[in-house]
């Protein structure tokens, strides 16, 4: 095979990733995750996989001369086309912003500003900010069984100025990860920083996994460090009567079920009177029902990985437990307001759950309940930065800055009719 037929080959598989990219492709359950590594990858780094495809072939124009050859020039016309593709896949990430004002409308609000479309070029990984501060590793809870290392510890990300005694909004980022995977250091950095920047405190915690930890341990953990924020965060700048939560995936569930079960003893052993209410919840592409009741999730059914490694029972024999964890059946009337953000090309997480899930809660809640639907979005799609990152992360911030706003705004009329 010479170099014009390898360069034919590499434009052919381009143009099916960028392809796979485009739609969403819903074929096989084993097909799902890398379907969703796939489009993730090149769907959210867009302008970094053109510049690398770019210059790959100014490099096998230059050095292997392959416009000499039909093979070539066929090659180069498959990446014409996979590019042209991969640009409407970037143009449809640019609407984001569109799509989270809709989600916003619903309590009057708008983003001020648009993203730059080079938004997180040429470094998406670029977290760092010279206003904020990482504090690493508070223990927020004793060694617990099932403690992997470095579990019930915590990070504070706050502005540099930040002080003791400031009452500071606060922000509890729980990461993803299946339940089984993940750190605090991996997930929520774009909000965390952008929120800190504004002036806010967050903290990003390690929770107990499974296989060692079983259901619920994880949300006991949870509320745990929302016990520890209730305690300590006024120590690092932040208010403990206004606290929000937010999360990814498996994130998403437990700051949602944390969100819609306040004071639950049965997730509160042994600190059962902190109060572990929270302002308002975020949670990204979450998961609302392990059992999927509503039949959302035909190809990604996590019943028997949840039965052999989370919860290490069935659902049969420990109804109960199964039932008390699960989002979309703690609905209620007292929830918290909710801005419900998820993509509709989530290969792990189907975006039918998240709408399942928000009409229970909109029938249910008499608190705002948002919701946006980002077209073209993969799961984990926030994780790095991008102009649809960018778009959510300033949502997001706009979403708490008025629950901020109400808060306050509240506690001066109740300190006025007192």
Request: charged share 20%.
């Amino acid at each position: 095979m010479n170099v014009s037929e390898i360069y034919l080959l590499l434009g052919g598989l381009g143009l099916g990733l960028s392809l796979l990219t485009f739609f969403r492709v819903r074929v096989a359950a084993p097909l799902l995750v890398p379907t969703f590594l796939i489009a993730w990858l090149r769907g959210e780094a867009v302008l970094w996989t053109l510049t690398k495809e770019i210059l790959g072939t100014v490099a096998f124009v230059a050095y292997g001369g392959i416009l000499e050859e039909t093979a070539g020039r066929i090659g180069l016309g498959l990446f014409v086309l996979s590019w042209s593709v991969l640009w409407a896949v970037h143009r449809r990430a640019l609407g984001a912003g569109r799509e989270l004002d809709a989600g916003l409308s619903g309590m009057g609000l708008a983003q001020k500003d648009r993203v730059s479309a080079w938004h997180g070029f040429p470094n998406p990984f670029a977290f760092s900010d010279p206003a904020v501060e990482r504090i690493h590793h508070l223990e927020y809870g004793p060694s617990l069984p099932g403690d992997q290392g470095g579990r019930n510890r915590l990070d504070v990300v706050r502005p540099r100025q930040a002080k003791s005694g400031d009452r500071r909004p606060v922000l509890l980022q729980v990461h993803g990860g299946a339940w089984m995977i993940g750190d605090k250091r991996e997930q929520g950095r774009p909000l965390m920083t952008h929120l800190a920047r504004e002036g806010w405190v967050c903290v990003a915690i390690n929770y107990r996994l499974s296989p060692k930890a079983t259901m619920p341990a994880h949300i006991i953990d949870v509320k745990r460090a929302i016990g520890w924020i209730r305690a300590h965060i006024a120590e690092y700048g932040g208010d403990p009567d206004f606290v929000c939560i937010t999360g990814g995936s498996a994130g998403g569930h437990l700051c949602s079920l944390a969100a819609l079960t306040t004071n639950d003893p049965r997730f509160q052993p042994g600190f059962e009177d902190v109060d572990t209410g929270v302002a308002a919840c975020v949670p990204f592409y979450g998961v609302f029902d392990f059992l999927d009741r509503a039949g959302d999730r035909p190809l990604g059914t996590m019943q028997a990985v949840a039965e052999s490694r989370i919860f290490q029972c069935s659902a049969e024999a420990e109804p109960a437990l199964w039932d008390s964890v699960c989002p979309v059946l703690r609905v209620h009337a007292k929830a918290p307001p909710f801005f419900v953000i998820q993509g509709s090309h989530d290969s792990l997480v189907m975006v039918e759950e998240a709408r399942t899930f928000v009409t229970a809660l909109q029938a249910a809640s008499e608190a705002p309940v948002l919701y946006a639907e980002l077209k073209g979005a993969q799961h984990a799609f926030d994780v790095f930065h991008s102009p649809r990152t960018e778009a959510a992360v300033r949502a997001v911030g706009t979403f708490l800055t008025e629950i901020r706003r109400r808060h306050e705004t509240d506690g001066e009329e109740n300190a006025s009719a007192g």
